[in-house]
DNA sequence: GCTAATGATTACTA
DNA sequence: TAGTAATCATTAGC
């Protein structure tokens, strides 16, 4: 039973199902879904899926075909027999049920071998899922548009993940995953130009209004971050206050303002204003003061940074 | 080949 | 149980 329920559900037994399995559409969306790599391994799995599936039922065929000409032939001689000796119904059924015993135990070793095949299958499949495939550039955009207009909460909810999921065609998990990494390399990358910068600025415990500070810290407190988050407009010009920071991190700026000159912003869909500008990160009731992350830094590079990227 | 980036996993915590 | 921190393993750029 056990094992017919198994075939059942890898899709080699029962109807077939457009070839495949829902394992395999399952073990697909698991293995990271975006990549069109995926869906040729996908296509893969799933030939030789059928390919199971074909063997298993000609297999099935004859052994079921092969049973009733038995039985047939065990009937014919019983009749047979029945000329020279009086044969009873029960022995008749008794006859027939020991042949059905001997083919479905036959059955049986068939349905098990089918099952080895399948998992050693699936576990070659489930080997390969555990490569490593990175998103592709559309999903990172969409899922580091969330984690910056949302930093001052960068927690999405279930709904939240499901939602990104489907739009960067990943799954729930593979969403949990990247804002857990996110968050925490964000946090490594801000804690690391904190401590070059020493005593040049004052302490400043950046933390997330994460779930388990939402009760007692107000806000994701960046208050005091010193020259690390330049708001737009300074990089922009006009407004930077050099005073406030070091000669290199004046140079900094410079090479960050070229770089926007260079690029015009974080995307083409989305400008660096729309991302993280203070205003719209305020309005979430996040940063606070001058404490903006850097409209330069690109969906894969942290804040203060040029190129060592904090983020997934 | 080296290195940084990054997705996944694991152990731990609140 | 979700999140954090550390780490592993793979990918990608040089």
């Known amino acids: 039973m056990r094992l017919d329920n198994m075939l059942l559900a890898e899709g080699v037994a029962g109807p077939e199902k457009g070839g495949g399995s829902a394992a395999a559409a399952a073990a697909a969306a698991a293995s990271g879904g975006a990549g069109s790599d995926n869906s040729v391994e996908h296509s893969d799995y799933r030939a030789k899926l059928s390919q199971i599936r074909q063997i298993y039922h000609t297999e099935l065929e004859k052994y079921e075909q092969a049973c009733n000409e038995f039985t047939t032939h065990v009937m014919n001689l019983l009749r047979e027999q029945s000329r020279t000796r009086p044969i009873s119904p029960k022995e008749i059924e008794r006859m027939v049920g020991i042949i059905h015993r001997k083919f479905s135990s036959i059955q049986m070793q068939l349905k098990q071998s089918t099952c080895e095949a399948v998992m050693i299958l699936r ?20 899922l580091n548009e969330y984690f910056y207009s949302h930093l001052s909460n960068p927690y999405p909810s279930e709904e939240a993940k499901e939602e990104l999921a489907k739009k960067c065609g990943i799954t ?27 005593a040049m600025a004052p302490q400043n415990k950046m933390q997330f209004l994460s779930p388990q500070n939402l009760g007692s810290s107000s806000s994701f407190n960046m208050s005091n971050s010193g020259d690390l988050f330049m708001s737009v407009q300074s990089l922009n010009g006009d407004s930077y206050q050099g005073a406030q920071v070091g000669a290199n991190v004046q140079s900094q700026v410079d090479t960050l303002r070229h770089v926007i000159s260079q690029t015009g912003g974080y ?32 969906p894969t590079e942290g804040p203060g940074s040029v190129h060592s990227d904090t983020s997934n």
């Open 123 to 142: 576990s070659r499949f489930l080997d390969a899922r555990r490569k490593r495939r990175n998103f592709n550039k559309q999903a990172t955009e969409i």
């Open 172 to 198: 729930v998990s593979q969403v949990s995953n990247w804002f857990g990494n996110k968050r925490i390399r964000y946090k490594k990358n801000i804690g690391s130009k904190q401590t070059e910068r020493g």
């Open 267 to 298: 995307s083409e869909t989305l400008s660096a204003n729309q991302m993280y500008s203070p205003q719209g990160i305020s309005a979430n009731g996040g940063w606070q003061d001058a404490a903006t992350p850097s409209s330069v830094t690109s």
